[in-house]
């Protein structure tokens, strides 16, 4: 909850800066921390805790983005070493990571639930390169890029958890990621209405401020309403995950409604300033270009749906 709390804060001021936090706090140091052996924890949590190096979560590849268990990057063991091969794509925090962790195929005939590992690799490791930085229409603070890996050779105590259980590691990761997109979206579409409060306090349209008009009163309500709804959906998932409860399906609903909320609260934003929505002079052209990745990133929302559904036929 109280990491809700801090990521719902920082992207009411900064979307792009909440990403950078929460990809290195909930996924990179939390994997670490849940499935990393006493050494791998030693020699990477104070790093990152004290912000020594960033952490880069490299799962996404350019042929399998919802489908993850698609991947092609693919590991072999070389004597004491692991082999990588493959590329990854869209890869947060990448041009300036310091620790990434990547998933990588290493039994192609139990892939994906036990063929997939996960491994801890550093900028420095032989065979690593960084692709092109891909141009974002949204969150431009926070550079995404394409990670190479031309027979990177890592060492065998930076496989990361036990050999195969990659991918059933990942997915435990998505569902706490979840939550922080959930609170990121919070906070984004709580800025944009602020916006659209003030812009409809001041923005003088026949002689009376917009606000005084029920078109605009109506969006106001729906939009304060829906966040609340999305703030409240947002914090039982965390509180779940407190208690240690599995809250597959509740954070999917929470990344799903927040989302989908911020995307319609900051195009309202955008509406209710008029013509300046659409220029920089206001922020609410940014809002609306930060929030829609939230629909995308660490599963889409037609795949929260899937998911919702599935564990609502499994009970």
Known sequence: VATALVYEEVARVSAAACVILSVHNSLVA????????????ARYLP????GDILGSYALTEAESGSDAGAMRTAARRDGEEWVVA?????????PYAGLFVVFAVTDPARRPADGVSAFLIE????????????LKMGLLASKIAELRFDDCRVPGVNLLG???????MALELLDTGRIGIGAQAVGIA??????GLARSREREQFGRPIAEFQAIQWKLADAATRIEASRLLTYRAA?????????TKESAMAKLYSSETAVRVADDCVQIH????????YPAEKYFRDVKLLTIGEGTSEIQRLVIARQLLAQ
């Open 30 to 41: 939390g994997i670490i921390a849940r499935y990393g052996s006493e050494e791998q924890c």
């Open 47 to 50: 790093r990152l805790a004290r």
């Open 274 to 281: 008029g013509g300046y929505g659409f220029v920089k002079d």
């Open 123 to 134: 900028p420095g490791f032989p065979g690593f390169s960084l692709g092109p930085e891909a």
């Open 190 to 195: 709580q800025a944009a209405l602020d916006a």
């Open 86 to 94: 493959g590329r990854k794509q869209f890869i947060t925090t990448a």
């Open 239 to 247: 509180y779940l995950k407190d208690l240690g409860r599995r809250m």
């Open 162 to 168: 036990e050999e195969g259980r990659g991918f059933r």
